[in-house]
């Protein structure tokens, strides 16, 4: 009879021209673009460093091994994208759709400011993250930074700003709406 696993463990090899140190689950990422840190704090994972790499570990047998596994393939992910956006940055693509009343946005501070949204006297504002990078060039709006998670939290931000309610959709398309997503294209 065939034994059942009862423990994950997942290694991850850090790239070159990245540096990583791990400390008590919290994972320190440099690379060329600059520095991302995040703490996993899944009371069943231990994050360590092994060998030049990251390794992922299961320690608990109350969780069956199915949720184990998925929590570390996730951890392991956002990891790998820690690693890509240290050494690469990360890009968001957005564009400005009106049909009827032309609408103009601009950055003041750490705030997105959308006025003239559907004719509406007062401006929208949407919340930038610390360290994103917002470029409004026209009916374009690029979105750089370091973390690929604060960049897309506040491409979302922009997004659910502008959203419509109580209208029908098919007639009134106004919006910001990502088009890219770190050099994936969503519209063909």
């Known amino acids: 009879m065939e034994k059942t696993k009862k ?4 290694d991850l090899k850090v790239p070159d021209g990245v540096s990583v140190v791990v400390k008590d ?18 009371p069943f994972i231990n994050v ?39 050494s690469e940055g990360a890009t968001y693509k957005m564009k400005v759709v009106y049909s009827h009343f032309p609408m ?4 003041s501070g750490d705030k997105l400011i959308i ?9 929208r504002s949407a919340k930038i993250f610390a360290g994103v990078k917002v470029d409004v060039k026209g009916n374009d709006l690029v979105l750089t930074g370091v973390d ?3 960049v897309a939290q506040t491409a979302a931000n922009i997004e659910q700003t ?9 007639v009134f398309q106004d919006g910001i709406y990502i088009i890219e997503k770190d050099g994936k294209p969503l519209v063909k």
């Open 48 to 86: 360590g460093s092994k060998d030049g790499g990251v390794t992922i570990k299961s320690h608990s047998e109350r969780y069956p091994y199915k949720k184990q596994l998925a929590v570390a393939g996730t951890i392991k992910a956002h990891i790998a994208n820690m690693f890509k956006s240290a």
């Open 104 to 107: 103009r946005a601009q950055v």
């Open 115 to 123: 006025s003239n949204f559907l004719g509406e006297k007062s401006p």
């Open 7 to 10: 423990h994950v463990e997942l």
């Open 148 to 150: 690929k998670e604060k």
């Open 162 to 170: 502008t959203r419509i309610k109580n209208r029908d959709p098919r």
């Open 25 to 42: 689950n919290v994972v320190s990422v440099s690379g060329k673009k600059g520095s991302v840190s995040r703490a996993f704090m899944e």
